[in-house]
């Protein structure tokens, strides 16, 4: 039996990495509307309630009016925008968060899709806090580098246009309220909403997220060792997500997952300071974005969480 996906923004940067991981399998047939018929409303309230899910790829206030024109009870929703990703009416889609979460997922009819940002954030820091060895009132920071396919189609444009790329990297979002820190916060379960310094490197696709800690100070004063092991049990039944050994590495690059849909955690830092550095590196197309909704439809309709992904 095969089931019906609406991608509702087939023709943005998400959407087609979505419909390039999903066109091929026998499993699902994939509806999508030519340019005409996604202008008009009737057509795609048509498609919207036809179809067994709708992923939509849309800014957020066209994500919020595709949901209100599914009238039915039937048709499930992830949503990869950032409208619903801490409503409490919907699950957020990370299916790692907790033990248990991806059972929540598989029987939900709203999905919220992470940030790609959150989910190298949430990835590191929450199996510390839900562990007790990140305080959760400890002020956390985050600094984050992503490919600039993040920015869609008007940055791709920017560094692939005609004429020299306007930079080789840059910091965005200094006034602390990147759309993305309000998920951080909730889904981590933290006290204080994270500083959050998002960058763009001269990378079409790649991310690299970073969280110093300074572990001396923490009341429980865990050490690299502890956190390593915190992750690697958070993580042990993951197929997408690998905790890798930190042991002597120096360097670490932000294209380790591009074209993939995997990451990797890995804890660095100095034992004898106490000081480490939790990192995470993944796609930011990939797992941060359209191989996280795969996984979660594949989750929500019962098939192997990792079809159709790049592991």
């Given at each position: 039996?095969?089931?019906?996906?609406?991608i509702?923004?087939a023709?943005?940067?998400?959407g087609?990495?979505?419909?390039?991981r999903?066109?091929?399998?026998?499993?699902?047939?994939?509806?999508?509307?030519?340019?005409?018929?996604?202008?008009?409303?009737?057509?795609?309230?048509?498609?919207l309630?036809d179809a067994?899910?709708?992923?939509?790829?849309?800014?957020?206030?066209?994500a919020?009016?595709?949901?209100?024109?599914?009238?039915?009870?039937?048709?499930?929703?992830?949503?990869?925008?950032?409208?619903?990703?801490?409503?409490?009416?919907?699950t957020?889609?990370?299916?790692?968060?907790?033990?248990?979460?991806?059972?929540?997922?598989?029987?939900?009819?709203?999905?919220?899709?992470?940030?790609?940002?959150?989910?190298?954030?949430?990835?590191?820091?929450?199996?510390?806090?839900?562990?007790?060895?990140?305080?959760?009132?400890?002020?956390?920071?985050?600094?984050?580098?992503?490919?600039?396919?993040?920015?869609?189609?008007?940055?791709i444009?920017?560094?692939?246009?005609?004429g020299?790329?306007?930079?080789?990297?840059?910091?965005?979002?200094?006034?602390?309220?990147?759309?993305?820190?309000?998920?951080?916060?909730?889904?981590?379960?933290i006290?204080?909403?994270?500083?959050?310094?998002?960058?763009?490197?001269?990378?079409?696709?790649?991310?690299?997220?970073?969280?110093?800690?300074?572990?001396?100070?923490?009341?429980?004063r865990p050490?690299?060792?502890?956190?390593e092991?915190?992750?690697?049990?958070?993580?042990?039944?993951?197929?997408?997500?690998?905790?890798?050994?930190?042991?002597?590495?120096?360097?670490?690059?932000?294209?380790?997952?591009?074209?993939?849909?995997?990451?990797?955690?890995?804890?660095?830092?100095?034992?004898?300071?106490?000081?480490?550095?939790?990192?995470?590196?993944?796609?930011?197309?990939?797992?941060?974005?359209?191989?996280?909704?795969?996984?979660?439809?594949?989750?929500m309709?019962?098939?192997?969480?990792?079809a159709?992904?790049?592991?």
């Amino acid at each position: 039996m095969t089931v019906s996906v609406f991608i509702d923004g087939a023709a943005g940067t998400t959407g087609l990495e979505i419909h390039d991981r999903l066109a091929k399998r026998a499993d699902l047939s994939v509806v999508t509307l030519n340019d005409a018929d996604r202008k008009n409303t009737a057509r795609r309230t048509e498609a919207l309630n036809d179809a067994d899910f709708v992923i939509l790829c849309l800014p957020d206030d066209a994500a919020r009016d595709a949901v209100s024109l599914i009238s039915n009870n039937r048709t499930r929703v992830i949503d990869a925008s950032t409208a619903h990703r801490v409503d409490t009416g919907w699950t957020y889609g990370f299916p790692e968060l907790d033990p248990g979460h991806a059972d929540q997922l598989a029987s939900a009819t709203r999905v919220s899709n992470p940030g790609c940002y959150p989910t190298g954030f949430l990835a590191l820091v929450r199996p510390l806090v839900r562990a007790g060895l990140i305080p959760a009132d400890w002020p956390l920071t985050v600094n984050a580098a992503s490919g600039y396919s993040g920015g869609g189609k008007a940055m791709i444009e920017e560094f692939q246009g005609a004429g020299t790329p306007p930079t080789a990297y840059r910091a965005y979002g200094l006034s602390a309220a990147h759309k993305h820190v309000a998920e951080m916060h909730k889904h981590a379960r933290i006290e204080h909403p994270p500083i959050f310094t998002p960058s763009v490197a001269n990378v079409y696709r790649g991310m690299i997220v970073e969280v110093p800690v300074p572990l001396h100070v923490f009341p429980r004063r865990p050490d690299l060792g502890a956190c390593e092991a915190a992750l690697r049990d958070a993580y042990r039944d993951s197929p997408v997500i690998s905790v890798a050994d930190a042991a002597g590495i120096n360097l670490v690059m932000i294209e380790e997952h591009a074209g993939t849909d995997s990451m990797t955690l890995r804890v660095c830092g100095n034992a004898d300071t106490g000081q480490a550095m939790l990192i995470a590196t993944l796609d930011n197309l990939g797992k941060g974005a359209a191989g996280a909704a795969v996984q979660n439809l594949n989750i929500m309709a019962g098939f192997d969480p990792v079809a159709g992904l790049v592991i």
